[in-house]
């Protein structure tokens, strides 16, 4: 049991991030003092969105500058806090050196935000994002597990430096978080496991998000043929928040907790953009047959192998997210929603025409 001072402040390493952007917000409403770590303090463009929320809203905003590949660079910006939300880390896919672009942040990232907290004496609790993907690869893992469902309990055994670099640099992250939580006992960790994270971006236009990348696909064309049925998760980006907020306040919160709403795939989420935008834009309506994106696929996309076609495409994805309902009382938003307003942020912010 742990229970966090509110009065005390913050930290969020990755501040300016997609995800990190609506846990700041959901704590400066909360009246939370946020101390904000970021790459680029200075550049506006990157931070701008988080000193707008923080003048309308009653907690205080904090910035300070610092890279994960910095030894104990987050220490000044932990000074004081009770509890630290480690959302840092590369969303990217594409990558020429995955061990220096993933890994290298991902993990030794992790590990020295943590290292930093055994020598801070304020710290209780960390909250660390990890990801579904330290639970699976491919949807066939989903298949594959006990009772063909993800749970808390598994662990992703099949990413590789070589196959799927960046679920591979989010499990050795969350396993590195986890060896070094054991060896100490000053502060307790909690991991929010999302799947693809949908809805509304604060800041649309300097994320690199990969989670952009895929929703713009759905509007922009590449996907008018029809998209694969590939099994996945989907969660809403406010639910996201949500959940981390709770897991950092809820004295008895423990463990990991899968994050995710929708056992879905890539068809039914362009689906359900069909009714209201279907006709304007070119959003999917189809599935793909597999054996076309077997012969083509890797053509078109390097990331679209064969083995990746296989072992996703028309494979069904299931995750059992009843840990996070029950203990964190967490309800999530219906898919229509989320879809609905991920893609009309991409029309007002002129992203898709
Ligand atoms: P994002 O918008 O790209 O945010 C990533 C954040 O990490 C940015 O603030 C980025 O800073 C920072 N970062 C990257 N490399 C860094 C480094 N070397 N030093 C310091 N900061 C660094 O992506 P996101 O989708 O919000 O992802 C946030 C977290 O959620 C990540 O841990 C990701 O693995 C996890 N996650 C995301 C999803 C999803 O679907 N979006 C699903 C599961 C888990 P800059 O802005 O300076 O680059």
Redesign the pocket.
Known sequence: MVNIDKTKPVLV????????SWVVKQLLEEGITVHAA???PENDK?VGHLKQIAQNTPGELKLFK????TPGAYKEAMKGCELVYH?????ITSVKDPQKELIE?AEN?TANVLNSANEIDSVKRIVV?????AIYTDAIDAVNAPGGVLTEKVWNTTASLDYQPYAYS?TLAEKKAWEIAKAQNKWDLITIN????MGPSLNPN??????MNILKMMGDGQMKMGAPKMGLGLVDVRDVAEAHFKAGYTPEAHGRYITSAHNTNFVEMGLTLADKYGDKYPVPKKALPKWMLMIFGPMVNKLFTRKFIRNNVDIPWKADNSKIKKELGIEFLPMKKTMEDSFQMLIDEGIIK
């Not at 610092?66 to 590949?69: C, E, S």
């Not at 999302?194 to 994270?197: G, I, K, Q, R, T």
């Open positions: 390493t990755g501040a300016n991030g997609y995800v990190a970021v790459r680029s990157k610092a890279d994960l590949l959302t840092a880390s590369p969303f942040p990232g994002t990890s990801s579904c993907v989010k999302m799947s693809l994270v300097q994320t690199t998000s990969e989670s």
